[in-house]
């Protein structure tokens, strides 16, 4: 009985040391601590080789350092190790994403889905997914079936997560050109629910700015340097609605700070009309 009640101890003492080894891994990579957060995952895995789990956080970390090919790696023995680990197909499929693997990403986010239907951030991306393929198509039939797929993808997001931001902000910019009234609609509505991501701003300055409606699109675009001041594009339509507005003095000095940011579209706008 002694021995017995030992080795249950002696196990559930090991499974707390990897519970907190693992809580470790993920706190490290929260605080993009990523080179840490591999060697402790890797200290699991070589103590514990059948913890899915492990191998998933692993794979975040090396997701993070760009390492697609090896992220995937570690989320497939993630899958194989728990089949229907959800968050690892969703990663998966991001990292195959990033790779130009689109048929790879589109099984994996359909069976990510297939575990959970209502899964609104899975929709988002076979949506974008969907978005990117259209994008390469030259078949005009083609291009048109995976825009709608697109489509469709974001509205079953929203169906089930009317407050998911991302896929009011895909959706808005999926039909921004089609439908730039409704794509303006859906980007109020991201700001809504994100109103200090500066990327809101920016694509309702675009969107205001196609409309020619000038003034509002530099209140937009005022507000998105204001939050990332570091955006060269941002700069760059800054000066070209100032432009538009007659405003040559602040036009010029907003293709300066583009210029400073890397813009040669703003170089070559400097060129031509701010001598």
Known sequence: MFIVLGTLFQQNTFAQKTSESLSKAQKALDENKIQEAIQITTQIIEQEPQNAYAYYLRGLAKYAFSEFGASIEDYTKAITLQKDFKDAYYNRAVSYFWLNQNENAENDLLKALQIDSTDSRTY??????????????????????????????????????ANYAPAYYNYALLISDENPKKSLILTEKYILLKPQDAQGYFLKGILLKNQKKYAEALQNFQKS??????????????????????????????????????????????QQSCK
């Open 225 to 270: 340097a204001e939050m990332n001041a570091y955006n060269a594009e941002t700069w760059l339509e800054l000066g070209f609605t100032y432009f538009l507005l007659k405003n040559r003095t602040e036009a010029c000095l907003a293709w300066q700070k583009a210029e400073k940011l890397g813009s040669s579209e703003a170089s070559k706008y400097l």
């Open 124 to 161: 988002t991306a076979l949506g974008s997914l969907y978005s990117r393929i259209a994008e390469t198509e030259t078949d005009k039939k083609s291009r048109k079936k995976f825009l709608q797929k697109a489509e469709q993808a974001y509205l079953k997001a929203l169906q089930h997560n």
